[in-house]
């Protein structure tokens, strides 16, 4: 007699008693386990809210000439307005301009300018890593040693060089970071692609005639992401880095539309005379920007390593 299989459907996997509910669970666990690490996402939140909502939350638009009174020029910390209308906690620059305003305000053209340049170049490197480890042959050799040539050179230099020839402009900025950073992608896709492609259900993909597309991008991508995550968070503080650098040199954004790059640079010249504020509030929220998004990538560097987990 032939035996009729059971066509009852299995139930959807799912967490038993104390089992992780998911891999984002343990993310979330492990945030709460570290105390260094919550602060730092408690104060990377805090600050992409003022950026987004700054237009809420500042007395003035820094861009808007129309709102800027020249009696109100250099006027120290705590200083209240000409006007008598509010006071400038965080005093303002040499064209009456509020610099907490200028702050938020730069805020959302630096994180913009890194989130974009790192998730742009995080889509190119990644999809030329991952081809090149699934291809193999001559085109993973000629991606590869475009990448290593990529690498060779600073940085800085290659930015420097690109905006020389493009010019200023936020568009340009990021194209020049997205230029400078997919190599990074790329070198990590691959490496990790390499070992992914050598498991059975890529050959079993493979034997099953599935497009290469869907298996490099529905197989190979979910695998790969773990490093893909804790890189780009890495990279956009180091984008955010460097385009302040590149402000700072004359070469980022234009003068319109100051990044806080830009507002160091405009308040340096004031420091031996005095104004330190012109330069130090904006350096302090650079820094503490570029500190909370380095100790937010460590710990997910740390949660995504089973041997830093222990």
Request: charged fraction near 10%; glycine fraction near 10%.
């Given at each position: 007699?032939?035996?009729?299989?059971?066509?009852?459907?299995?139930p959807?996997?799912?967490p038993?008693?104390?089992?992780?509910?998911?891999?984002?669970?343990?993310?979330?666990?492990?945030?709460?386990?570290?105390?260094?690490?919550?602060t730092?996402?408690?104060?990377?939140?805090?600050?992409?809210?003022?950026?987004?909502?700054?237009?809420?939350l500042?007395p003035?638009?820094?861009?808007?000439?129309?709102?800027?009174?020249?009696?109100?020029?250099m006027?120290?910390?705590?200083?209240?307005?000409?006007?008598?209308?509010?006071?400038?906690?965080?005093?303002?620059?040499?064209?009456?301009?509020d610099?907490?305003?200028a702050?938020?305000?730069?805020?959302?053209?630096?994180?913009?300018?890194?989130?974009?340049?790192?998730?742009?170049?995080?889509?190119?490197?990644a999809?030329?890593?991952?081809?090149?480890?699934?291809v193999?042959?001559r085109?993973?050799?000629?991606i590869?040693?475009?990448?290593?040539?990529?690498?060779?050179?600073?940085?800085?230099?290659?930015?420097?060089?690109?905006?020389?020839?493009?010019?200023?402009?936020?568009?340009?900025?990021?194209?020049a970071?997205?230029?400078?950073?997919?190599?990074?992608?790329a070198?990590?896709?691959?490496?990790?692609?390499l070992?992914?492609?050598?498991?059975?259900?890529?050959?079993?993909?493979?034997?099953?005639?599935?497009p290469?597309?869907r298996?490099?991008?529905?197989?190979?991508?979910?695998?790969?992401?773990?490093?893909?995550?804790?890189?780009?968070?890495?990279?956009?503080?180091?984008?955010?880095?460097?385009?302040a650098?590149?402000?700072?040199l004359?070469?980022?954004?234009p003068?319109?539309?100051?990044?806080?790059?830009?507002l160091?640079?405009?308040?340096?010249?004031?420091?031996?005379?005095?104004?330190?504020?012109?330069?130090?509030?904006?350096?302090?929220?650079?820094?503490?920007?570029?500190?909370?998004?380095?100790?937010?990538?460590?710990?997910?560097?740390?949660?995504?390593?089973?041997?830093?987990?222990?």
């Amino acid at each position: 007699m032939t035996q009729v299989p059971d066509q009852t459907p299995i139930p959807a996997a799912g967490p038993v008693g104390g089992a992780t509910r998911g891999p984002w669970a343990r993310v979330a666990r492990d945030f709460a386990r570290s105390p260094l690490a919550m602060t730092a996402l408690v104060v990377l939140a805090l600050v992409v809210l003022a950026a987004v909502f700054a237009p809420l939350l500042t007395p003035q638009n820094p861009y808007d000439l129309m709102q800027l009174d020249i009696m109100d020029g250099m006027l120290e910390p705590g200083s209240p307005s000409a006007a008598g209308g509010y006071t400038y906690l965080l005093g303002t620059d040499d064209q009456g301009r509020d610099l907490f305003s200028a702050i938020l305000y730069g805020l959302r053209i630096s994180l913009s300018v890194g989130v974009v340049a790192a998730l742009v170049a995080a889509l190119v490197g990644a999809s030329l890593g991952l081809f090149a480890a699934y291809v193999g042959g001559r085109t993973e050799t000629a991606i590869m040693r475009l990448v290593d040539l990529q690498l060779s050179f600073p940085s800085i230099l290659v930015a420097l060089m690109i905006l020389a020839f493009l010019g200023k402009g936020v568009q340009n900025v990021v194209l020049a970071l997205i230029i400078v950073e997919w190599a990074s992608y790329a070198r990590t896709a691959r490496g990790t692609a390499l070992v992914e492609s050598r498991r059975e259900y890529i050959q079993a993909a493979d034997c099953l005639g599935v497009p290469m597309s869907r298996i490099i991008f529905r197989h190979l991508l979910p695998n790969c992401l773990p490093p893909l995550i804790v890189m780009a968070t890495i990279q956009v503080a180091r984008a955010i880095s460097l385009e302040a650098t590149l402000s700072f040199l004359g070469l980022g954004v234009p003068v319109t539309e100051p990044s806080l790059g830009l507002l160091i640079s405009n308040g340096y010249q004031y420091l031996l005379s005095g104004q330190y504020w012109l330069s130090f509030y904006p350096g302090i929220a650079l820094l503490v920007t570029i500190v909370a998004i380095n100790l937010v990538g460590d710990q997910f560097r740390d949660v995504f390593n089973p041997k830093g987990r222990g």
